[in-house]
């Protein structure tokens, strides 16, 4: 190699050691303490710092994190292209529309019960610099990586507020059969079966106040603290019993008492569309974490165009590892599964020893 090669070979190293240090510069925060890849990320450290300490009780994975979680998507998914189409305001998507708009999206069948978490955040909006938009997304996020086995999910702002409510009848009612389930979904943001069946492992850390009014914050799993495949276990097992009343509409028979099991839930984990995708999320961290990162980020920016939206990912928390190893509860094994996997058998697993497992509220 001649010396005139070698001296050309060290120009373009070197150049692309200045491209990868401009590409990798971070931007000095005006608090004096943090950094960012981008400016615009700078005004979230203060947004996350107080939510974890004042919402998140100190960084828990607790009822706010379930319901702020919650939030995100009944903001997202309230967008129709097809009613656009039509000439009719379709809703703008993940725009803030259902905190801005609280006295008519609150109202909504579907939407009961979630100006709870509306309220509770917006002294938060109120005193720091962002729109409601972008903070809905963002506490959703920072609330999830307090939760064990959970994602690093993405995080974007930029998002322009809202300026009329989301109509009717775009978020989907755990009564609404599967087809229309599909249906919503593909027409919100064309998403394809196996992602409305990656967004449900929302329902990991989720419980219901609202589908029996009697036994409100009861869990949809028996580890409600745990972003783990319980969830997608325990929705496969025989129904035996309702936690509290029985005859609500949207709900039918779970198999544990103080666990309340989701009519869509139960349909879309045995219809043979799903099954399948369902069950391959037992004793699948991997997938769990990988899938539910993708729809969400899927989720998160409807409405809007992502390019332009400014990536601040880096400002959420990793999660801790899981603490939980996939089983049946106690008292349960696989002879209680309803097998619905028409081409896959479903998968061997312990049962925790002990007396039958019963689930506290949250």
């Known amino acids: 190699m001649s010396l005139k090669t070698i001296a050309s070979l060290v120009c373009v190293l070197a150049a692309v050691r200045i491209v990868n240090g401009a590409l990798t510069r971070r931007v000095a925060c005006p608090d004096g303490v943090n950094t960012a890849t981008n400016a615009a990320c700078c005004a979230l450290f203060a947004v996350r710092d107080d939510i974890q300490q004042n919402l998140f009780d100190g960084g828990e994975c607790g009822e706010e994190v379930h319901e702020s979680l919650r939030l995100t998507f009944h903001d997202a998914i309230g967008i129709s292209p097809s009613v656009s189409a039509r000439g009719q305001f379709g809703g703008g998507g993940a725009d803030g529309s259902i905190a801005i708009f609280e006295d008519i999206e609150t109202n909504f069948h579907a939407n009961l019960g979630v100006d709870e978490i509306i309220d509770e955040q917006r002294p938060f909006i109120a005193r720091h610099n962002i729109s409601v938009a972008d903070f809905i997304q963002f506490a959703g996020a920072i609330g999830v990586s307090n939760c064990p086995g959970a994602p690093q999910l993405d995080v974007f702002v930029g998002r322009i507020d809202a300026i009329q409510p989301a109509p009717d009848k775009t978020v989907p009612e755990p009564f609404d059969t599967v087809d229309s389930i599909l249906e919503r979904f593909s027409d919100a ?35 409600p603290e745990e972003f783990d495949t319980q969830f997608f276990i325990e929705t496969q097992l025989r129904g035996t019993l309702f936690p509290g009343t029985g005859g609500n509409q949207g709900e039918v028979e779970s198999p544990l008492r103080g666990e309340i099991r989701l009519q869509s839930d139960s349909e879309l984990a045995r219809d043979s569309r799903t099954a399948c995708e369902w069950q391959s999320f037992v004793n699948n961290q991997a997938k769990l974490q990988s899938a539910f990162k993708a729809a969400f980020r899927k989720m998160t920016v409807l409405g809007h165009d992502e390019s332009q939206l400014v990536d601040c990912s880096e400002l959420v928390p990793t999660p801790p590892p899981p603490s939980s190893v996939a089983h049946f509860p106690a008292g349960l094994s696989h002879a209680d599964i309803e097998q619905a996997c028409a081409s896959t058998p479903f998968p061997t697993l312990p049962t925790d020893p002990g007396p039958v497992t019963s689930v506290a509220p949250v």
Request: proline share 11%; net charge negative.
């Open 189 to 223: 943001g064309g998403f394809t079966p196996e992602e409305v069946i990656a967004l449900l492992v929302s329902h990991t850390v989720a419980a219901a106040d609202h589908v029996d009014p009697s036994i409100p914050g009861t869990p949809f799993d028996s580890t």
